[in-house]
């Protein structure tokens, strides 16, 4: 039985065939229509969400499974105290795979060690995100044919966006991928990533507060919201949440093709205006986030 906690649970080789049969998935959806049938995942979201936990139940839905679950932690037991690992052995009990959303960093980890079934994770406090970087593995594949030789930009809250640091851990994994890292001093990626990750895997890259200057080297842009509900008082977060905010002038410099991506949702860093753009593909990522996530159910839950 395999969970997915962090992005690097999965060989490079083991993402490749996950875009495969999304792709698949994507042209030919009638073939997987019954595949999960009499299969049920269960979403344990302790934390809010809009587009992971009802891509996840989209996703089960369009395999034939069903789906049971609780959107907020203040309908389960955990607001009377419950444990993860006492919730996760009886949901076990009663699904055939789980995908949790929890405040806490590891407490899906907690939950794969009890549950008795696969569980994903579906974001842990500000620590990772692995469903999202393979949805963003997906769409950078689609977009541009490839995931290496790429200059991959990050902009915005690399402190405690989790989606960054998935994707960072993931793309670290490819030939010639070149990192920008934009953030205000306060927010920049953590010491640890840039050691156990950057730095030990000798990836070229640069730390900057200047967008403007990054801009024109950029093959994929991928914009991030100031993850207010991390901040420990709301002046920090009123004075950093307005940093970068991308319009379609400042992207003037940038390449042709270069795509667009934000893990949404988006607050104010990136105007309505740029949507209009054929490089803006935040939408398009969201809506392969359904895809991808059908294929992991079906990798984890070992149907052929
Ligand atoms: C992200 C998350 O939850 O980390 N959202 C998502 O899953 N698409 C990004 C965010 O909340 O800013």
Redesign the pocket.
Known sequence: MKSLIDILDLSVNEIDNLIDTANDIIANPEKYAHKCQGKKLATLFF?P?T??RLSFEAAMYELGGNVLGFSEAQSSSSSKGESVADTVKVVGYYADIIAM?HPKEGAPLVASYNAGVPVIN??DGGHN?PT?TLTDLLTIKREKGRLDNLTVGFCGDLKF???VHSLIGALSRYENVKIVLVSPKELTVPEYIKKEVLEAKNIEFIETTDLESAMPDLDILYM??V?RERFFNEQDYIRLKDSYILTPEKLEIAKNDLCILH???RVNEIKVAVDKDSRAKYFEQ?KN?KYIRMALILKLLEVE
């Open positions: 934390e969400s587009r992971t959303r579906a974001g995100h999202q966006g989790r989606t991030t919201r993850q893990p949404l949702p969201a986030g």
